[in-house]
């Protein structure tokens, strides 16, 4: 089991190409799963540096649990404010304030790292 850092292409295709097998099988032995755990280190890695994923922005991402949860406007009144506050945030003429990115944190489950991008 030779581990080595990916710095290229070719490395990150080869690096997936031999965990593959890991992810199918069940019973890893002490030194598979090691092995298994530091190769994922490194694809981590790679990908972060040269697969970069921005945050979502946090309108859109109220947005999107409003849509998983159901919910209206009228739903966050108790979080965000009357609905005319609502739809100032949305329309972005009205910051979200901490007090607000406190509720939908913990009334809707968002991420404040999301969140606090807008405020």
Not at 7 to 35: C, G, M, V, W
Not at 64 to 71: A, C, K, S, T, Y
Request: hydrophobic share 40%.
């Amino acid at each position: 089991m030779d581990i080595k850092p990916i710095k290229t292409e070719e490395d990150y295709q080869k690096a997936l190409q031999i965990i593959e097998p890991y992810f199918d099988r069940e019973n890893l032995s002490e030194d598979e799963a090691d092995y298994f755990e530091v190769m994922l280190t490194l694809i981590e890695k790679y990908e972060a540096r040269h697969f970069p994923i921005d945050p979502p922005n946090p309108i859109e991402a109220i947005k999107f649990r409003m849509e998983q949860e159901g919910l209206e406007i009228k739903d966050l009144e108790g979080i965000i404010g009357k609905p005319n506050r609502v739809y100032e945030v949305f329309n972005k003429t009205r910051p979200l304030t901490l007090n607000m990115i406190r509720n939908i944190h913990q009334k809707m489950g968002i991420s404040a790292d999301v969140l606090i991008q807008l405020a």
